[in-house]
């Protein structure tokens, strides 16, 4: 059999590129911003991470045009051995300290922080909880670590607790969840993970992508956010969402950081972080230091969107996050409908399987701090023309 035979096969890419209704890699022509040029038109911004709308602040770009000045493009190098700059330690120190951590280590992306974090923390004869709809950053660690992986029914606290009764491991438990879920913008249940974890003697690790910059106080994340900074042993982030750059960090005690700086194969065998993607993701986290309105300011206006659907009769996912996934069932009207949405400008993210049940498709809405509420409302106009009541 050719190795490449399931290149050739019928896909869902194939259908949608046949009906006109591929919904991947529109190319930008302009900032990433509330408002984009894509594919030569102009369209409302609501697919983006960029919580805070930090990509076209003024001073965090200075500070990678500056970067690239002072320590030219690349590191060439892994952390590990030449590839540390100055730079590096004081992004880590500045975020330690902003998450009340004792220590932080970045990664040169938020995927191979999952990776590198999981595999060298649990190993052989460890167990790992998983939320089923964790990130697949965190199925893909799990995978590697060759720890026992056990999967709990999505933020049901009653099914994790079932699977902690149902073993007795000579080795370590590590609890793993995303704080924010990605897909649905629902915030996990931290605080009965906490208290199951002491009970039954397992450590704690928040995947933060989607906390840090939008939930708890002055955007410090989701431990934050319910009082449990002491209790999360491990949080996972990225910069390439609320900050604005490329690249991820892990923060813990100062003793559980150093372990996995010295067998972490993610992080020993990788380039470290570009200067400039370094200094914008420390520009930003001075900004938002400086700037907690932003975050109020961005539950302002998901408020506004979420209130704005909720009249106009629009089925949506509950949450209070700056993620709010508009129901659209199946899989080729989701799609048909994403396209119509982008035709008539807005864009947004459709939500396929394996990332939803296949009866269950979404359009994943999202907001930034820097838009305005004329914009939410002539997106949500758009959207609901398209969509149609469900009252």
Do not use: W
């Not at 890699?25 to 369209?43: I, N, P, Y």
Request: hydrophobic letters at 40%; a negative charge.
């Amino acid at each position: 059999m050719d190795i490449f035979e399931k290149c050739y096969e019928p896909s869902l890419a194939n259908q949608a590129r046949e009906q006109g209704i591929y919904p991947y890699f529109h190319a930008l022509e302009s900032r990433q911003d509330k408002v984009v040029t894509m594919e030569g038109k102009r369209r409302i911004m609501l697919g983006s991470n960029n919580y805070l709308g930090l990509t076209t602040c003024p001073e965090v770009m200075e500070a990678g045009i500056k970067a690239v000045e002072q320590y030219g493009t690349g590191c060439s190098g892994s952390r590990f051995l030449n590839g540390t700059l100055q730079m590096h330690l004081e992004l880590e120190e500045e975020l330690a300290r902003f998450l009340n951590k004792e220590a932080v280590m970045t990664f040169s992306t938020g995927f191979q922080s999952n990776l590198g974090i999981i595999s060298a923390i649990a190993r052989h004869g460890d167990y790992i909880l998983c939320d089923k709809e964790n990130h697949a950053s965190i199925y893909d660690g799990c995978r590697l670590s060759f720890a026992k992986t056990l999967y709990y029914k999505h933020n049901d606290m009653e099914d994790l607790e079932r699977l902690l009764q149902t073993f007795s491991p000579k080795g370590g438990v590590l609890i793993v969840t995303d704080g924010v879920f990605s897909m649905s913008g629902e915030i996990a249940n931290v605080p009965e993970i906490v208290r199951l974890a002491k009970q039954y003697g397992a450590r704690v690790m928040v995947d933060d992508a989607h906390g840090l910059g939008v939930l708890g106080e002055g955007g410090r994340g989701t431990a934050s956010h319910f009082g449990l900074e002491d209790e999360v042993d491990i949080y996972m982030g990225t910069f390439s969402k609320s900050l604005a750059s490329l690249g991820g960090y892990m923060a813990a005690k100062a003793d559980v950081v150093d372990f996995v700086k010295h067998c972490s194969r993610p992080f020993i065998f990788s380039a470290s972080i570009p200067p400039a993607a370094c200094a914008v993701a420390l520009a930003a986290l001075r900004h938002l230091s400086a700037h907690p309105e932003l975050v109020t300011r961005l539950h302002q206006l998901s408020d506004y969107a979420r209130n704005g659907f909720k009249k106009a009769g629009i089925r949506i996912i509950e949450a209070t996050t700056p993620i709010i996934p508009i129901y659209t069932y199946d899989m080729i009207n989701t799609l048909a409908k994403a396209k119509e949405v982008y035709d008539r400008g807005v864009y947004v993210n459709p939500v396929l399987p394996p990332a939803t049940s296949p009866d269950e498709c979404l359009l994943r809405t999202s907001y930034m701090a820097t838009l305005t509420e004329d914009l939410i409302d002539e997106a949500v106009e758009i959207i609901s023309s398209v969509i149609g009541s469900e009252k």
